[in-house]
């Protein structure tokens, strides 16, 4: 029996408004070489992964096959438009997808921040096999703080932390069930997911999402410091 495709969403179709810098942070230089091109060669390099599809923001599609033609990434299908939201990149991923020849219901999607930049081969080789076993996985990693919840500046709540994750990307689907929770959703004004999990969870309730192990390295570029901090592992 052939196996069904594993296709990776690399999302960057964000402009990285907490970055603060003049171009979509995802084109930031971490170690000399844009944040992109870090995650698309995890990617390339990750043999569960058949091919990749980027997310990109407008009007940085050249840039970002440039990138990916000077790192010789192989495996880049295409580079389509993003959304307004995280959710809307993410459903412009999936309905490239499925309109892909030879790609049915079951083939394996993997969602993934371009920010993630430091993500690993083990990590991807975990959430793509555990698409065998499961439907919808997510990397996830345990809490070292206390958590709390805050309401009006005060402490609300403090949940169990040994029952508290950090949840991570990639996040990993079959193909068949993440289009439909996402068609769902959009039809829930009142729902605004900020991971694909969630969006599972909340339009599938039956289905159960799995965690593997994620990693503290595999942290999300997101502010200015977060480029020192991710230049620094990258070197440790
Ligand atoms: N409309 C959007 C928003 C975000 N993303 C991507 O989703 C990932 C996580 O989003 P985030 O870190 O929040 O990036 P930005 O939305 O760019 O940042 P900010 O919220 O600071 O503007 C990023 O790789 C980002 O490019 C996307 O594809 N489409
Ligand atoms: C998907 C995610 O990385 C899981 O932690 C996160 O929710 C993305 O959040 P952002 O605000 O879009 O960066």
Redesign the pocket.
Known sequence: MPQPPTIAAV?????????GAAV???LLEVAGKPILQHTLEAFEAAAAVDRIVL?MAEGFHDTAWAIAKAANVTKLSAVID?????A??SVAAIRWAQAQPGVGEDAKLLLH???RMLVTGRIITDVVAALDECEAVTAAIPSSDTVVEVREGRIANVPDRASLARVQTPQGFRLGLIAAAHADAAADPGFTPTDDCSVVLRCRPGVPVRTVAGSARNL?V?EPADLALAEALLHG
Do not use: C, N
């Open positions: 999302l960057a179709g964000g402009r990285g408004s907490r970055m979509p942070k995802q997310v993003g959304g307004a939201t995280r809307d990149s921040d371009a920010a999300k997101t």
